[in-house]
């Protein structure tokens, strides 16, 4: 079987898997990383959420033979170290605003919600409603009203 390289929470790997594996199994079955969740499988849930060079992906659509080795993934399980600290601001944030119900989604939203508030910065504005409602993460507990306000309010410390 051909071998992938690439990074995965600023560590360099290398899998001996098939080119067509998804990122999603790479991670979870070869690599032990279980903070991205199998919801669907087809890039709709998005329990799956993960950065790919800064940007949010979902690995369940990603075959692993698409990293090249100076690709960077980062999970949740990676995500506080991109901030310096035990936790990053929107972790803090999803604790302060006692998001979670069941938590399955959560690792996904917290991904989606840091990479938003990322490019919103990037541009040089604030979150807009508008912006929170294109975050298209599934959360079955129904807890959104919480995850908005988890979402501006660490955006605020980021």
């Not at 310096?84 to 919600?113: E, F, K, R, S, T």
Request: with cysteine; glycine share 10%; hydrophobic share 40%.
């Amino acid at each position: 079987m051909p071998e992938h390289t690439f990074r995965v929470n600023g560590e360099q790997v290398t899998v001996d898997v098939a080119d067509d594996v998804r990122l999603l199994w790479v991670l979870r079955d070869i690599l032990g990383v279980t903070g991205p969740k199998y919801g669907c499988g087809i890039n709709v849930c998005k329990a799956c959420t993960s950065h790919l060079n800064g940007k949010a992906v979902n690995p369940c659509a990603i075959p692993v033979k698409d990293l090249a080795s100076d690709d960077e993934v980062t999970t949740i399980e990676g995500l506080a170290a991109t901030a310096g600290g035990a936790l990053h601001p929107m972790q803090q944030a999803w604790l302060d605003q006692d998001v979670a119900q069941c938590g399955y989604c959560q690792p996904g939203q917290i991904m989606a919600a840091v990479a938003l508030v990322r490019r919103v910065a990037a541009e040089g504005r604030e979150i807009t409603d508008a912006d929170l409602d294109g975050i298209r993460n599934v959360c079955r507990c129904g807890t959104y009203f919480r995850i908005r306000e988890a979402i501006r309010a660490g955006a605020a410390k980021m």
